[in-house]
């Protein structure tokens, strides 16, 4: 067996390579399941809709609710790292609009990561439900469906555009143009006004466009120097709703927790005359910091005139409601969770939501009226659940997985059937001997507590040593469940952990502070980042623990992360190559007065003397004298979140310092690889890597 013979040592480097790449269980077939990017319900039939990601080659399927089997709409063919997202319906769930392609990088370049001699996409399409092909409108974003579903809205380059649906020779029609990137375009329910949000940096606006004789009229609603978001239109079209959070300060070091600040607030606008005023304001102390939910849309105008939103007032991210005239919030969902991935009901009327109530490692879906009363748990069990879609006759759309299952979308009838979708995708070489995780607790060096999962080969021996490869995940507002993630990237993550165990090395992936679930005091952890690097202490304590482990090799403790897992990684192997044998840094910053930029442009380390200072000291090439362990880099050159120099930089320090460094580069790939081949080519040169190492 693979195991014992891993076990003994009696394979080299290059058997093993040839053994990840060959082997029944390998890296290919565990990266085989196709992944579901997104789910949405047409709005006035049960239709629903949602992408399938097949190995990079990205569709669109259908199906017409309930009891319904899905099928692919779309003829795409080809990893080409083109994305498929923003599906709309149209009113009468017969056609859906998309986007394909990604937005520009600050060069102003698209996406095109497998260079593609015409270049990258960005660009809406529309198809027809029943069949046909995908016929591509122009190029945009951000598009909204008119409420007779005869024509979109759009954004392209800073103009507003109009284009219909039914006339194939219909040219696009240009409606307004504005500063600022714009987006968040909605139609009002009557059609006859467009609003949308002008981003200028240190404050946006929320715009109301009315079409008139001429280009139209934008009315600004009460502009000011702070930032206004997640606009909404009340049902009737009469009123809408935005959040107010109050201008950055300009003291505020970037990637230091926020804990308090100036509160933010819940305005009531008229789209006539552009006033509007105040109906809720947080209250000073937790929950003055507003922090959005993963999923999309933060604020919600019921049937019942109340307004939900999402407060942290308990030190968790809950759903609360208030009257759209004002008064006291109601706390809909009191306890210690999270919510995330909410969505309206058909009839407006009850709120549908992912959490993680009772169930801190996991996602459930619940469901709780807008006027109050007790959640009512749809899923519960050892699976996952999220991104709910309400479907016009009761029913819910959503997306699953499991310990041992793959992503994959799902529909629950009124009755609470569920019924799998597109079930018939999952290739037959996938693999079925997977391991279940286990929740552990990981005692930090300074005494605190971080979550992790554990993944144990099968038939572990008692007192046998195995190596170890540690996962640091990204973000870092991120968090690994016990089974495959809601993100692709980490659910390719946990696919690659899941083939460790399978070679019969323990894996494990650890949940650091500053991450999210399990609630704000973990997440805006005091030290953490560039204010302090206080999430390192609970990667050594990781370190520990496993040292601790009875079946653990203590000489063979990897470690791999990307982004900010990749900076943690470099941290390890910098500050303590004697505990960590070997790691894979995949596109990690390595310093942070540097990587700052790319998140705040205008960011001049001597504006802020003391804290750059601590960020230099926070960052791994603070420590890079100490790095003896050898590394395998990756990383794309057109990445819009680590700049690529981050990486050659790293490079050129360890070169210097007689460091054996290993590189997989990827031409013209960002930052979550969009090609599935260099995910397949990162993930088994992680594997040889690593392995290779353990053989040493």
């Given at each position: 067996?693979?195991?014992?013979?891993?076990?003994?040592?009696?394979?080299?480097?290059?058997?093993?390579?040839?053994?990840?790449?060959?082997?029944?269980?390998s890296i290919a077939s565990i990266l085989s399941s196709p992944f579901p990017t997104e789910i949405v319900a047409?709005?006035?039939?049960?239709?629903?809709?949602?992408?399938?990601?097949?190995?990079?080659?990205?569709?669109?399927?259908?199906?017409?609710?309930?009891?319904?089997?899905?099928?692919?709409?779309?003829?795409?063919?080809?990893?080409?790292?083109?994305?498929?997202?923003?599906?709309?319906?149209?009113?009468?769930?017969?056609?859906?609009?998309?986007?394909?392609?990604?937005?520009?990088?600050?060069?102003?370049?698209?996406?095109?990561?497998?260079?593609?001699?015409?270049?990258?996409?960005?660009?809406?399409?529309?198809?027809?439900?029943?069949?046909?092909?995908?016929?591509?409108?122009?190029?945009?974003?951000?598009?909204?469906?008119?409420?007779?579903?005869?024509?979109?809205?759009?954004?392209?380059?800073?103009?507003?555009?109009?284009?219909?649906?039914?006339?194939?020779?219909?040219?696009?029609?240009?409606?307004?143009?504005?500063?600022?990137?714009?987006?968040?375009?909605?139609?009002?329910?009557?059609?006859?006004?467009?609003?949308?949000?002008?981003?200028?940096?240190?404050?946006?606006?929320?715009?109301?466009?009315?079409?008139?004789?001429?280009?139209?009229?934008?009315?600004?609603?009460?502009?000011?120097?702070?930032?206004?978001?997640?606009?909404?239109?009340?049902?009737?079209?009469?009123?809408?709703?935005?959040?107010?959070?109050?201008?950055?300060?300009?003291?505020?070091?970037?990637?230091?927790?926020?804990?308090?600040?100036?509160?933010?607030?819940?305005?009531?606008?008229?789209?006539?005359?552009?006033?509007?005023?105040?109906?809720?304001?947080?209250?000073?102390?937790?929950?003055?910091?507003?922090?959005?939910?993963?999923?999309?849309?933060?604020?919600?105008?019921?049937?019942?005139?109340?307004?939900?939103?999402?407060?942290?007032?308990?030190?968790?991210?809950?759903?609360?409601?208030?009257?759209?005239?004002?008064?006291?919030?109601?706390?809909?969902?009191?306890?210690?969770?999270?919510?995330?991935?909410?969505?309206?009901?058909?009839?407006?009327?009850?709120?549908?939501?992912?959490?993680?109530?009772?169930?801190?490692?996991?996602?459930?879906?619940?469901?709780?009226?807008?006027?109050?009363?007790?959640?009512?748990?749809?899923?519960?069990?050892?699976?996952?659940?999220?991104?709910?879609?309400?479907?016009?006759?009761?029913?819910?759309?959503?997306?699953?997985?499991?310990?041992?299952?793959?992503?994959?979308?799902?529909?629950?009838?009124?009755?609470?059937?569920?019924?799998?979708?597109?079930?018939?995708?999952?290739?037959?070489?996938?693999?079925?001997?997977?391991?279940?995780?286990?929740?552990?607790?990981?005692?930090?060096?300074?005494?605190?507590?971080?979550?992790?999962?554990?993944?144990?080969?099968?038939?572990?021996?008692?007192?046998?040593?195995?190596?170890?490869?540690?996962?640091?995940?990204?973000?870092?507002?991120?968090?690994?469940?016990?089974?495959?993630?809601?993100?692709?990237?980490?659910?390719?993550?946990?696919?690659?952990?899941?083939?460790?165990?399978?070679?019969?090395?323990?894996?494990?992936?650890?949940?650091?502070?500053?991450?999210?679930?399990?609630?704000?005091?973990?997440?805006?952890?005091?030290?953490?980042?560039?204010?302090?690097?206080?999430?390192?202490?609970?990667?050594?304590?990781?370190?520990?623990?496993?040292?601790?482990?009875p079946n653990v090799d203590q000489d063979k403790i990897t470690i791999w992360g990307g982004s900010y897992g990749?900076?943690?990684?470099?941290?390890?192997?910098?500050?303590?190559?004697?505990?960590?044998?070997?790691?894979?840094?995949?596109?990690?910053?390595?310093?942070?007065?540097?990587?700052?930029?790319?998140?705040?442009?205008?960011?001049?380390?001597?504006?802020?003397?003391?804290?750059?200072?601590?960020?230099?000291?926070?960052?791994?090439?603070?420590?890079?004298?100490?790095?003896?362990?050898?590394?395998?880099?990756?990383?794309?050159?057109?990445?819009?979140?680590?700049?690529?120099?981050?990486?050659?930089?790293?490079?050129?320090?360890?070169?210097?310092?007689?460091?054996?460094?290993?590189?997989?580069?990827?031409?013209?790939?960002?930052?979550?690889?969009?090609?599935?081949?260099?995910?397949?080519?990162?993930?088994?040169?992680?594997?040889e890597f690593l392995i290779g190492e353990m053989e040493n």
């Amino acid at each position: 067996m693979l195991r014992f013979a891993l076990l003994l040592g009696i394979f080299v480097s290059s058997a093993a390579v040839s053994d990840i790449r060959d082997e029944q269980f390998s890296i290919a077939s565990i990266l085989s399941s196709p992944f579901p990017t997104e789910i949405v319900a047409a709005p006035d039939t049960p239709g629903l809709a949602f992408v399938l990601n097949d190995r990079g080659v990205r569709n669109i399927w259908y199906a017409g609710g309930p009891g319904d089997s899905a099928r692919q709409i779309t003829a795409f063919t080809d990893d080409d790292g083109i994305n498929v997202s923003d599906l709309k319906f149209t009113a009468d769930g017969k056609r859906l609009v998309f986007i394909r392609g990604g937005s520009p990088n600050a060069a102003g370049e698209l996406p095109n990561p497998a260079s593609l001699t015409r270049g990258g996409e960005h660009a809406v399409y529309v198809i027809a439900v029943d069949g046909g092909e995908a016929r591509k409108l122009d190029n945009g974003s951000g598009p909204s469906v008119h409420p007779s579903g005869g024509q979109i809205a759009y954004v392209n380059e800073r103009t507003v555009w109009s284009i219909a649906l039914d006339d194939p020779e219909a040219k696009p029609e240009a409606l307004f143009q504005a500063r600022g990137s714009i987006g968040s375009l909605a139609w009002s329910p009557d059609g006859s006004r467009l609003l949308f949000r002008s981003n200028r940096g240190t404050h946006s606006y929320i715009g109301v466009w009315t079409p008139d004789d001429g280009q139209g009229e934008i009315v600004w609603l009460s502009p000011s120097v702070d930032r206004d978001l997640s606009p909404t239109w009340s049902p009737d079209g009469r009123q809408l709703a935005f959040l107010r959070l109050p201008s950055p300060a300009s003291d505020h070091f970037p990637f230091e927790p926020i804990r308090e600040d100036l509160p933010w607030s819940i305005r009531v606008a008229d789209p006539d005359t552009g006033t509007s005023v105040e109906v809720w304001r947080a209250d000073k102390g937790h929950g003055s910091v507003h922090r959005g939910i993963e999923g999309g849309q933060q604020l919600f105008w019921s049937a019942d005139d109340r307004l939900l939103f999402f407060w942290e007032k308990n030190g968790w991210n809950q759903l609360y409601s208030v009257a759209a005239k004002g008064g006291q919030p109601k706390h809909l969902t009191p306890g210690e969770f999270e919510i995330e991935y909410a969505a309206l009901t058909s009839d407006r009327r009850s709120l549908v939501y992912a959490s993680n109530q009772d169930d801190i490692h996991r996602r459930h879906l619940w469901q709780v009226d807008t006027g109050g009363g007790q959640p009512r748990e749809l899923t519960s069990g050892d699976g996952i659940e999220w991104a709910p879609a309400p479907l016009a006759d009761g029913g819910i759309a959503f997306l699953r997985s499991g310990a041992t299952t793959p992503a994959r979308a799902a529909v629950i009838s009124r009755k609470g059937k569920i019924q799998g979708l597109a079930t018939d995708t999952l290739p037959a070489g996938f693999p079925d001997d997977l391991v279940t995780p286990i929740a552990v607790e990981i005692t930090a060096t300074d005494g605190k507590q971080a979550p992790a999962q554990l993944f144990l080969p099968e038939g572990l021996e008692p007192g046998e040593k195995v190596p170890v490869a540690i996962f640091l995940h990204g973000g870092s507002r991120r968090q690994m469940l016990l089974g495959w993630h809601m993100r692709g990237y980490y659910h390719n993550a946990y696919s690659l952990s899941q083939y460790f165990a399978s070679r019969g090395i323990i894996a494990l992936a650890l949940n650091y502070r500053s991450g999210i679930g399990y609630g704000m005091a973990f997440r805006e952890a005091l030290d953490y980042g560039a204010t302090g690097n206080s999430e390192f202490r609970d990667v050594i304590g990781a370190g520990l623990f496993l040292r601790n482990h009875p079946n653990v090799d203590q000489d063979k403790i990897t470690i791999w992360g990307g982004s900010y897992g990749g900076y943690l990684t470099a941290h390890a192997l910098a500050q303590a190559s004697e505990m960590f044998s070997a790691g894979v840094d995949i596109h990690g910053v390595h310093d942070w007065n540097d990587g700052i930029r790319i998140f705040v442009p205008g960011y001049n380390k001597n504006d802020f003397p003391e804290e750059s200072a601590i960020a230099d000291r926070s960052s791994p090439f603070h420590y890079i004298d100490g790095w003896r362990s050898p590394v395998l880099l990756i990383h794309g050159d057109d990445d819009r979140n680590v700049f690529f120099s981050q990486t050659t930089r790293l490079a050129r320090k360890l070169r210097e310092r007689e460091v054996r460094v290993e590189q997989l580069v990827f031409p013209d790939e960002v930052h979550g690889f969009l090609l599935h081949r260099n995910w397949l080519k990162a993930y088994e040169r992680t594997a040889e890597f690593l392995i290779g190492e353990m053989e040493n």
